[in-house]
């Protein structure tokens, strides 16, 4: 099993450009998330889902768009990108707490940097 | 509101030693889970432990124990016998409960980096 992968691995943008991040899970989860890292904050979520077709927002949901239109996917755009979005992106996959998860897996990371 | 807190931003011990990584949290909810994640420098996080609200017991895996408290909101995370390859940032995080349906969403603290000297 790959477990959560995440493509690109690293991206640079222009101001303004838009891009999309990719994230695939080959272990069946009906959660996935994407979070972003910045210096001396930790992770925060920024788009969730609880299954295939539905999203919701996180705690820092302004600039982003997700999809999920199929179970092992969960994608991340930026329309218009900003120097504030440099971050390292991280996407995570879990169980659903019925099934007994709750522990969330990640993938390696996209580091993005908007000049 | 919820609310993870990690007070010590570092820690550097010399290899061997003893350390305990603080975390204390706030949560309205009666049914919660916290966890602990490692990120070692090459930028992945690597789940730990999760622990749920009910269960107090402490946990011990070989040179790892936490120590959950309820009284005080805290799940402390000791590394006996510090190695270097223990240095890394490590997050605690809290689950969300939702009445309308679990979302297993973490609220994580901001990370305690933990550098072991030879």
């Known amino acids: 099993n790959a477990g959560v992968t995440q493509t690109p691995k690293f991206r640079v943008l222009k101001t303004g450009q838009s891009m999309t991040l990719l994230c695939a899970q080959d272990m069946n989860h009906e959660y996935m998330y994407w979070y972003r890292q910045d210096p001396g904050m930790g992770l925060r979520l920024i788009h969730y889902s609880v299954g295939e077709g539905t999203t919701a927002k996180g705690e820092v949901p302004d600039g982003y768009n997700v999809s999920r239109l199929k179970k092992q996917n969960f994608l991340l755009g930026l329309e218009s990108a900003a120097p504030s979005q440099t971050s390292v992106y991280f996407c995570?996959?879990?169980?659903?707490?019925?099934?007994?998860?709750?522990?969330?897996?990640f993938g390696p990371g996209t580091r993005l940097t908007v000049t | 509101a919820q609310k993870v807190t990690q007070a010590q931003t570092e820690i550097s011990v010399v290899e061997k030693e003893d350390v305990t990584l603080d975390c204390v949290y706030e949560?309205?909810?009666?049914?919660?889970?916290l966890f602990w994640y490692k990120q070692p420098p090459s930028g992945e996080l690597v789940f730990l432990i999760r622990?749920?609200?009910?269960?107090?017991q402490n946990e011990i895996s070989g040179r790892y124990s936490w120590n959950f408290q309820k009284s005080t909101s805290s799940f402390n995370f000791t590394i006996t016998a510090s190695q270097v390859v223990d240095s890394a940032v490590y997050f605690c995080?809290?689950?969300?409960?939702?009445?309308?349906?679990?979302?297993?969403?973490?609220?994580f603290g901001t990370g305690t980096l933990l550098a072991v000297q030879p």
């Open positions: 949560t309205r909810d009666t049914t919660y889970y």
């Open positions: 995080a809290l689950s969300e409960m939702n009445y309308g349906g679990a979302t297993n969403k973490l609220i």
């Open positions: 995570a996959s879990s169980y659903s707490r019925l099934a007994g998860g709750g522990e969330q897996y």
């Open positions: 622990r749920n609200s009910f269960d107090e």
